[in-house]
């Protein structure tokens, strides 16, 4: 693509690539004349800013010079006497070397010209600086005179050997070696070219192409090979590039042939040794592949000839191109399509036409739309190769390529690169504890796990959860709980028997002879009635004479207008509700609970609470709340001080459905009113009411959640608490919520990181229908390789949907792709639930078809060997050929072909996973990749073969999309809300389509939020986000976004995060 152009008939250099920023210099150029046929020139220095889009150099210094130029060279020459900007030195007529202080022409203080020399008898048309020694100066003028100029000592130059070739002629080209400081070549007219060794003084070697036709217009040195350079023809007869190595000298490696005209100039490129710029009398700019010969990249046929090209020194892919139309251009060769410079074009024109009515849509020709697009280079340029790099892949697997040991040109072309792939292993503790629990889980020995647990815990807390934990998982758990809490029954029996005993020693006081005349009476009356039985009562009066003896008292019954008469009076009417309610006024409480029990139950519930509402001691509350059994104002009122006694209570008198509500209730006072002692504490009520969730979501507010060993130490918990529900309820009754699946999720993926896949895939919820999951068990599956083989693969976690197809040609589809049955294969055991198991039958579905995530799957570590210079093809792989549930195959063709992989060796062992920093690798890895023919996709069957058939031939299925849920319909109306207020507002033609774009990506937006996917906190940002949109605070909307940004994860905002910011800021700068 064109990215500046200049118009100027001139000849060019680039500025040093030491030098920042880049500058272009121009001379008026001696081949050329324009209308006044003056022979003045100038000299121009332009600064080529590529942050720039206009098409336009800026200049930053201008000469006028009395003689125009043949040739142009820009030294980095500095010794002190100049400020580093360097030195340019041009040719002109006449034998005239000029030599001037680039810095003076930029600043237009100092004089410029440094020295003037006419050394030579002709045009100087050839000039090349040391790249090793800035200081030396190779010039050529006719004659076969070359000098080398000093530039600390102008005085005298040096001359590489006599003039001794016969007959003499014009120097075409100069040319230092890029690796040897001390070879210099010289090409000359007749086809030959003239390597020097100013060591020695005199040529070395003469090369020439034996036909004779060959004239030599520009040689240059390979970047990196010493004994290689290419010389090109200006013969329209012969129109060659030669590439010549010294050591075979009897004739060219290579030549190429692809311009039909004689060629003007070449130019090798510094950053990629295999790419060679050259331009022709054709109008042709030509980018070669010297590794294959092959034209990797072409411009667009020219109006004129360009007679000079060069790569830019600092900027590898931008190269400039001089022509006799007087232009200079300057190019990229990664390939664009020329429409933006079009749209710039008619931008510009638009706006003359703007106050008039729109202009009609522009139509432009087929072909004018297709010579605009520049494709870019066949091959990737060594400067856009990465030499060495490195990649975490899924399941803890590095990757990582890198140099050879020995040099590329050392090697064979192309040589073999070796990638490897290794097992990275960062938490052996995490992985050691991971295997621990999973080996109690699978034999049952938690009881025994729970108590190692509990004597290695370091602080009174995790101990303590530990031992309730242990407790779950027995029999008489509340019994059991109360003893953890420190309270016994034996201890109790104990302590009440001591103290009654102690109570009975002390006193051994008189009795009071009211009590013993009470006890004669009891005793009388129980002799008495003994006496006599229900068969032999009689109307006889010695019966009731005999009844109450006569030495007793008799007593009276009050009928005074008292309380005890009105007592009186209503208990012998029968009245037992006033008679409780005089008893209470009076405070006789005994006398009121006696009454209220003969009343029957309500009433005893109505005296009970009175007379609690009465008595205000420190046991009445507790005294009340078991009478009244009222344990959820019990738990909402006591104090958090006396949590244990809370907890105690509940065990002992709650009924088992209400008792984990209560303790859940409890803890969750204990987190939100308590201080932090309290809420590791809460985890305890957590376990005695069995719930996971709460559990999850109270440790997720540690300050150190985040790290492994704490998810370790969680999930400890959180499997031992989940079988000693599975004990209780069944496995069926164990249903994750949503924080434990989370938590479970990213345990899962810890494991995973290290290598563990089938420990992780063990521990992975088999029941569980969320979409990371599933997208999580998937890759597990798959990730495992062979060690999965004759296992039914999980279901897809994507939608299917056939593309192409119609609904009314389900049944023909169907038919004509006929079904593959399926085998089932048993497991060799079934594994643990919860996160523990998958199902103990599996069906195997074994396609001839190759399945692309274990038909290429590795081993732990292995290597491959790609070709380096060339762009390596990805496995084409079809996301149709992906495993599929059992009814999905039903409408799949037959699979046709067979993929087999190589085995390892019997004697390979695989290196010990890296749990340490790798600081080198070992390029004895092998392991090379069995060589693989393409994947063919599904449904693919040979050209004429019966029932062939092609998804890709039907029309487009319509997709549905789900509704967006009211609660956020309020975002997407915002959001489309302001796009139309920025749409209006907007005036330039990139605004627009920023807008455009921002439109389709907020449909991403709006898909997670049909979905569901969102987390709670991105979606509370969003929604306070569309409050700032509304309110038209976009600097405050700004603020909110970055927030939600900086603490969401990246894969779940991606898609639509950065277009929000980017409106918002298009709001704030309209003002709107």
Not at 613 to 619: D, H, P, S
Not at 811 to 826: A, D, F, I, K, Y
């Amino acid at each position: 693509m064109k990215l500046k152009e200049l118009e100027r008939p001139a000849v060019q250099v680039w500025s040093p690539a030491s030098q920042y920023p880049v500058h272009l210099a121009t001379g008026t150029s001696a081949q050329q004349l324009d209308a006044s046929f003056s022979t003045n020139g100038t000299l121009e220095i332009f600064e080529v800013d590529f942050r720039d889009p206009s098409l336009d150099l800026k200049c930053k210094g201008v000469l006028s010079v009395s003689s125009r130029f043949h040739k142009l060279i820009w030294g980095s020459f500095g010794n002190g006497l100049l400020e580093g900007s360097g030195v340019i030195a041009g040719g002109g007529d006449n034998g005239m070397l000029t030599l001037y202080n680039v810095t003076h022409i930029l600043s237009s203080g100092k004089e410029p010209v440094i020295a003037q020399k006419q050394k030579h008898t002709g045009a100087v048309r050839a000039l090349d600086f040391n790249p090793f020694q800035s200081n030396l100066l190779a010039s050529g003028a006719s004659d076969s005179e070359i000098f080398i100029w000093d530039l600390n000592n102008l005085s005298v130059p040096m001359t590489p050997g006599s003039k001794s070739q016969q007959p003499q002629e014009d120097i075409k080209a100069l040319a230092w070696n890029r690796q040897v400081q001390h070879i210099l070549s010289s090409a000359h007219p007749s086809g030959k070219a003239v390597v020097w060794d100013l060591r020695k003084n005199e040529p070395i070697i003469k090369v020439s192409d034996h036909s004779n036709r060959m004239h030599c217009s520009g040689l240059a040195w390979h970047p990196d090979i010493a004994t290689q350079l290419v010389l090109c023809s200006e013969e329209d007869r012969l129109p060659v590039i030669q590439l010549w190595d010294l050591r075979f000298a009897s004739s060219p490696l290579k030549v190429l042939e692809s311009h039909s005209r004689g060629i003007l100039s070449v130019s090798w490129s510094q950053a990629d040794a295999e790419l060679l710029l050259s331009s022709a009398r054709d109008n042709q700019v030509l980018c070669w592949n010297l590794g294959n010969s092959e034209v990797v990249y072409k411009l667009p046929t020219q109006s004129s000839w360009c007679f000079d090209v060069q790569w830019c020194p600092r900027d590898p892919p931008v190269f400039s191109a001089a022509s006799f139309d007087g232009w200079i251009s300057l190019y990229s060769v990664m390939g664009r399509n020329w429409e933006v410079q079009h749209m710039r074009q008619a931008d510009k024109i638009f706006s003359s036409f703007s106050q008039g009515q729109p202009l009609p849509p522009l139509q432009v020709p087929k072909q004018v739309a297709q010579a605009s697009l520049i494709p870019p280079l066949k091959k990737p340029p060594k400067w856009i190769r990465r030499p060495v790099g490195v990649s975490f892949a899924f399941g803890g697997k590095l990757v990582t390529f890198g140099l050879p040991s020995s040099p590329p040109h050392d090697m064979p072309q192309p040589y073999p690169r070796l990638v490897f792939i290794s097992q990275v292993t960062t938490e052996s503790e995490f992985l050691m504890r991971s295997a621990e629990l999973q080996e109690a889980l699978g034999s049952g020995s938690l009881l025994n796990y729970c108590q190692s647990k509990s004597q290695q815990a370091s602080l009174q807390s995790e101990k303590m959860l530990w031992q309730f934990l242990k407790v779950t998982l027995e029999q008489d758990s509340r019994i059991k709980f109360l003893k953890l809490l420190g309270y016994s029954k034996d201890e109790l029996q104990n302590k009440v028997a001591t103290w009654l005993k102690s109570d009975l020693g002390l006193g051994e006081s008189p009795q009071p002879k009211g009590s013993d005349l009470n006890g004669n009476r009891q005793q009388a009356f129980y002799s008495q009635a003994s006496k006599h039985t229900t068969g032999e009562a009689s109307a006889s009066s010695a019966f009731f004479d005999g009844l109450v003896p006569q030495n007793m008292t008799p007593w009276e019954i009050p009928i005074t207008e008292d309380a005890d008469g009105l007592l009186s009076q209503a208990l012998l009417l029968g009245e037992l509700g006033p008679a409780v309610e005089l008893c209470l006024k009076e405070e006789r409480f005994a006398d009121a609970i006696i009454l209220a029990q003969v009343a029957g139950t309500d009433m005893l519930k109505q005296t009970q609470k009175h007379y609690l509402a009465k008595r205000k001691t420190k046991i009445s509350p507790l005294l009340a709340y078991v009478v009244q059994k009222n344990w959820k104002d019990m738990v909402c009122a006591c104090s958090l001080k006396n949590w244990r006694e809370a907890l105690a209570l509940l065990l002992t008198y709650s009924s088992p459905e209400r008792f984990p509500e209560l303790c859940d209730i409890l803890g969750t006072r204990m987190e939100q009113e308590g201080s932090s002692a309290l809420i590791s504490e809460a985890r305890l009520c957590y376990v005695c009411s069995g719930s996971v969730e709460r559990l999850v979501e109270s440790w997720a507010k540690c300050p150190q959640a985040l790290s492994p060993m704490a998810l370790q130490d969680l999930m400890e918990k959180v499997m031992v608490l989940n079988r000693s529900l599975e004990l209780l309820q069944g496995r069926s009754g164990v249903n994750p919520g949503p924080a434990t699946t989370h938590r479970v999720t990213q345990y899962v993926s810890h494991l995973a990181a290290q290598g563990s896949l089938a420990t992780a895939m063990n521990f992975l919820p088999s029941d569980c229908a969320q979409l990371p999951v599933q997208q999580l068990r998937d890759r597990l599956f798959h990730a495992q390789g062979s060690a999965v083989l004759g296992q039914q693969p999980p279901s897809f976690p994507f939608p299917r949907i056939v593309v192409g197809a119609t609904p009314n040609s389900k049944e023909t589809l169907s038919h004509r792709l006929g079904s593959q049955p399926s085998h089932q294969v048993p497991t060799p055991s079934p594994k643990p639930s919860l996160f523990t198991s998958q199902s103990s039958l599996v069906t195997s579905l074994r396609p001839s078809h190759p399945n692309p995530y274990q038909g290429s799957r590795m081993q732990t570590i292995s290597d491959y060997r790609v070709p380096g210079p060339q762009v390596s093809q990805p496995l084409p792989l079809d996301p149709r050929t992906r495993p599929a549930p059992q009814d999905s195959w039903k409408d799949a063709p037959a699979p046709k072909g067979n993929l087999q992989r190589k085995k390892l060796p019997e004697t390979f062992m695989p290196p010990a996973p890296i749990t340490a920093p790798v600081m080198s690798l070992s390029p004895e890895l092998q392991g090379i990749l069995p060589s693989q023919s393409p994947v063919s996709s599904v449904g693919q069957a040979p050209p004429g073969a019966p029932g062939e058939f092609s998804l890709q031939q039907l029309p487009p299925e319509k997709v549905e999309r789900k509704e967006l849920p009211p609660e956020h319909q309020s975002l997407k109306t915002s959001f489309e809300a302001l796009l139309q207020r920025c749409a209006l507002s907007a005036t330039d033609l990139k605004t627009k389509r920023k807008l455009d774009e921002a439109a389709q990506r907020l449909e991403y937006l709006y898909e997670k939020l049909c979905e569901g996917t969102l987390s709670p906190h991105v979606l509370d940002g969003l929604h306070e986000v569309a409050r700032c949109v509304d309110a038209g605070s976009f600097e405050q909307g700004l603020t909110v976004h970055a927030q939600v940004a900086g603490c969401s994860s990246f894969s779940e905002v991606s898609s639509f995060m950065p277009v929000l910011k980017a409106v918002l800021n298009i709001a704030h700068k309209m003002q709107i």
